[in-house]
């Protein structure tokens, strides 16, 4: 009780252990999710169904009514599962493979099997209808051997095939990981009570492992049924993004189809995220085993080892076939009907050193903005949830996280649809302005600065900084000198990764670049990729973007690495 | 139903280093036995290779009378807990428990009277519906105990049973699983560290250190007759003198250093080492061996006062059990130390195998 009465008399910022600038500084970060974040989203599903009579839902039965986006519907949810269901066919056996036998080359297949993720899809999808398009280099190779063709590229198979081949990774390392991390004992009770086989994989070792396969199957999930960029270059556009795109470009930011179109992508996301949640809610299995160490390998014999590696090869050559075959779309010179291109040739990279660099600028501009406004906001969202008792710090935190289902074309449509009639003082739309894009960029990816953020700030320990402010030194002070110091590490790691996976945002550029010289690489590679003619200095500007990417990934990789063995050292 | 278990020359190794050599030994049916041991001597390997996980190199595995070195675990009907008790978290209890008679293809109905009949005698009835990880390490060490025992297993395996729980728990479930195994008669094998525990449920031991079996016999005999210096000192405190066995004067003696001199009337002569329990030596003198010594340090530890005594032999340890009231002979105080030969324990040769 006196507790409580002596706790009444503090002064209130004292109670939430914050000092003014803090509480300024949490106005400013719920200020700039407000603005860019809640706002723009709110906008588009009050257009979608906010009529002149209040709630409506007319714009969402003019959309059923209609059957192209009928179509589209379809379209994008039969993608999405089928995408989800191949790459489940790449990514299980493989994750089987490596983390359930004693296979040679299970780190390699670890290692190849994250390269995809360092490229987007619409990068390679042009180069893949050269691979794998009805003229392309498998088709030619087996109608001159069977002298039949695979619609592999056809319509819609082509969106799920690039898609499926980009994202099972995503699949593949989360269910690689949940099934190292049961413990043997599990298996090794069943077979103690008379199971073995498949009956001891289906019963007891999937069902364990399973948190990790819905992790993985409904993050494709979402990232299939959003993506922009690939429908698009592969000239699908009955499918809901690209619809969407289309709709606001041509038609205007007036027409409310593209608002119906983002709240339905909005509501799919948040529902597979539910689905996801739920599905996983009570299961975090690895906690609850104990003892003995993980899964029993078993050793691959006679058949069975002929059949996993030729699962192996034939699967590490079709995924990586994107990067091959971007690789050689960007050195050759003509590539049509013909297995390979004809000549190769340098001249394409030429062609990007000369009319690429603003580009080049561009990106490391916009990304660089964006992804230390990641760190700066997302280092204090995670300080207030984590060190001061101020309310709504948890709102603060949700919010920023929220962002993951919101995809980037409704978020770039959200901001246009807010800022559009907002003018600059040389009369153009505040909507139109660059910094819109660093803006689009820094949401999208706040939530992996974040996490990063929080793991970080976790890591130091409180009582670290009590023995600064014991020894004298102020808020301010210690953060500098104390909180700051030990959180570098995760901190740069949150910057990298926010560069990294900005430099290749699509979506959200389409709709926000207006004007050539304010065009990023990502933006460069679309328009390009558009022509014929474009094809090769595109793919060149692809494979920038790759090693921009893959560079950003190894040296996240790296610090993090780096700074858990200094910690590991010091503890 | 149940069986007895043997063990025949066994050998097994990962890589080069032997985990077990020459194992061999006989369980009857129906016996409580225990693999005791420190971490490393190869006990849980032991009985690993009776549940099937893991192949021995050479020799072989009898449960009742059957060969069963070449079945694969699940065709072995031997029954294992699990250290970590190994609880399926995606099953209800029930559903961890009708596993074992679902993989037998059991009818329905069946499983439903089996399983409902072990929960109730693991007194379980009333939490079947629930999931492993919302019950306490208590209860799912019998969810564990249930759902090995309804298949009716021949041999009952258990690997460290109690060491997730605390103190108290260990003891209430020591007995629990103690009144089972008599109650249904069950050959069990019992994996511990723990001599206290050994000693407290098995009908007899299996002593192992570093993969080689030290002696085979009930924990009393172990305890009074240690057949080497490993054994002597794994099972409690021991004062070990060296010396010799000689026939003197028509009577067989041990001859230690000094003058000492014990008559055993057993024991071939040559090389020997003397095992002397802290409690066979009486700081009043009686006995008909007589040492002089010198009290040099002291420790009360509740019931005995242990005190070091230095003599001509070396120090010795030495318990003298306490009474309320009693008290404590002072440090430097000069006393003489009696024993009865027939209380000690004689280890023939010098170098004795498995000396630490």
């Known amino acids: 009780m006196s507790a409580l009465a002596l706790s009444r008399r503090r002064p209130l910022l004292d109670r939430w252990n914050l000092t003014a600038t803090q509480l300024v500084l949490a106005g400013l970060v719920a200020a700039f999710l407000g603005l860019f974040l809640v706002l723009p989203v709110l906008r588009v599903m009050g257009v979608a169904f906010w009529g002149p009579d209040g709630f409506t839902t007319q714009n969402l039965e003019d959309f059923f009514a209609t059957s192209l986006f009928r179509e589209s519907f379809f379209n994008s949810c039969y993608v999405a599962t089928m995408a989800v269901l191949l790459a489940s066919i790449i990514a299980v056996p493989l994750a089987t493979i490596i983390a359930r036998y004693d296979y040679p080359g299970a780190g390699l297949i670890h290692a190849l099997g994250a390269v995809p993720l360092v490229m987007p899809p619409f990068v390679g999808a042009v180069a893949m209808q050269l691979i794998w398009g009805r003229n392309g280099s498998v088709n030619l190779i087996l109608m001159d051997l069977f002298g039949f063709k695979i619609p592999f590229m056809e319509g819609l198979n082509g969106v799920i095939f690039v898609e499926a081949l980009h994202y099972f990774p995503f699949i593949l390392l989360n269910l690689a990981a949940s099934l190292a991390n049961i413990d043997g004992s599990m298996e090794e009770a069943g077979q103690n009570l008379g199971a073995s086989g498949w009956s001891l994989y289906r019963r007891i070792v999937f069902p364990l492992a399973l948190p990790g396969y819905v992790a993985g199957a409904s993050l494709v999930f979402v990232k299939v049924f959003d993506d922009l960029g690939t429908p698009l270059l592969l000239n699908v556009t009955n499918m809901l993004a690209p619809q969407a795109y289309l709709r606001i470009t041509s038609v205007g930011l007036d027409d409310p189809v593209g608002y119906v179109i983002s709240a339905i992508m909005v509501v799919f996301s948040l529902v597979a995220m539910g689905v996801a949640s739920l599905a996983l809610r009570g299961k975090d299995y690895a906690t609850q085993q104990r003892g003995g160490g993980g899964l029993g390998r078993r050793k691959l014999t006679g058949w069975a080892k002929v059949l996993a590696h030729g699962f192996v090869i034939v699967a590490l050559l079709v995924s990586l076939s994107p990067h091959l075959g971007i690789l050689l779309l960007s050195l050759g010179t003509i590539w049509s009907f013909s297995v390979l291109p004809d000549a190769f040739t340098f001249d394409h990279y030429a062609t990007i050193y000369r009319e690429g660099p603003q580009l080049v600028t561009n990106t490391v501009l916009y990304c660089g903005l964006a992804a230390a406004i990641d760190v700066l906001v997302g280092g204090a969202i995670a300080y207030f949830v984590l060190r001061t008792c101020m309310p709504g710090r948890n709102v603060l935190h949700y919010v920023a996280m929220a962002s993951l289902a919101v995809p980037g074309i409704v978020l770039a449509i959200g901001i246009l649809r807010t800022y559009y009639d907002i003018k600059l003082p040389d009369g153009r739309a505040l909507a139109t302005f660059w910094g819109m894009l660093v803006i689009a960029y820094a949401i999208r990816r706040l939530p992996y600065a974040l996490q990063s953020c929080l793991a970080a700030l976790r890591q130091v320990h409180g009582s670290l900084e009590e023995a600064a402010e014991n020894l004298g030194a102020g808020k301010l002070a210690t953060l500098r000198r104390i909180v700051l110091p030990l959180m570098a590490g995760g901190l740069l790691a949150g910057f990298v990764t926010s560069f990294a996976t900005a430099a290749v945002e699509l979506s959200d550029t389409l709709l926000l670049v207006t004007r050539e010289i304010d065009a990023p690489i990502s933006y460069g590679v679309y328009v390009y990729m558009q022509s014929p003619a474009g094809r090769g200095p595109g793919a060149a500007l692809g494979v920038l973007a790759v090693i921009v990417v893959a560079l950003g990934a190894w040296a996240s990789h790296w610090l993090a690495e780096k700074d858990r063995r200094r910690r590991s050292r010091e503890g | ?356």
């Open chain 2, 1 to 356: 139903m149940s069986a007895g278990v043997e063990v025949r020359d066994v050998t097994f190794g990962y890589g080069k280093e032997a985990v077990l050599s020459n194992v061999d030994l006989t369980i009857g049916p129906g016996e409580f036995f225990a693999f005791l041991g420190p971490s490393g001597s190869g006990k849980s390997t032991l009985l690993r290779l009776i549940a099937g996980f893991g192949r021995p190199d050479s020799g072989r595995i009898l449960v009742g009378g059957e060969d069963i070195t070449d079945l694969p675990p699940w065709k072995r009907q031997v029954g294992m807990v699990f250290q970590s008790y190994a609880l399926w978290p995606h099953m209800t209890v029930e559903e961890n428990v009708a596993f074992g008679l679902e993989e037998r293809r059991m009818p329905r109905g069946d499983i439903r009277e089996k399983v409902a009949k072990v929960l109730d005698l693991v007194d379980l009835a009333a939490l079947a519906a629930r999931r492993p990880a919302q019950l306490s390490g208590g209860q799912q060490q019998r969810v564990a105990l249930a759902r090995t025992l309804v298949i009716e297993p021949r041999v009952l395996l258990l690997d460290e049973p109690l060491s997730n729980l605390d103190a108290k728990l260990r003891l209430e479930m020591r007995s629990e699983i103690v009144g089972l195994q008599k109650k249904l008669g069950l050959t069990t094998i019992y994996v511990t560290h723990d001599q206290e525990e050994a000693n407290a449920t098995a009908d007899r031991i299996a002593l192992l250190d570093r993969g080689r079996i030290q002696q085979i016999d009930t924990p009393m005999t172990l305890y009074d007759r240690p057949a080497n210096r490993f054994v002597a000192t794994f099972l409690g405190a021991a004062n070990m003198i060296e010396g010799d066995v000689v026939e003197l004067h028509g009577r067989t003696m041990f001859v230690g250093p000094g003058s000492s001199h014990w008559p055993l009337d057993r024991g071939a002569a040559g090389p020997a080492v003397l095992v002397i329990r802290p409690q066979a030596l009486s700081l009043g003198g009686i006995g008909d061996v007589k040492i002089a010594g010198r009290i040099e340090d002291r420790e009360f530890l509740g019931a005995v006062i242990r005190y070091g005594v230095g003599t001509e032999l070396g120090r010795l340890i030495v318990d003298s059990p306490h009474r309320p009231g009693g008290v404590a002979i002072g440090i430097g105080a000069n006393i003489t130390l009696g024993v009865d030969p027939a209380t000690v324990a004689l280890i023939e040769g010098r170098a004795s195998s498995g000396g630490r």
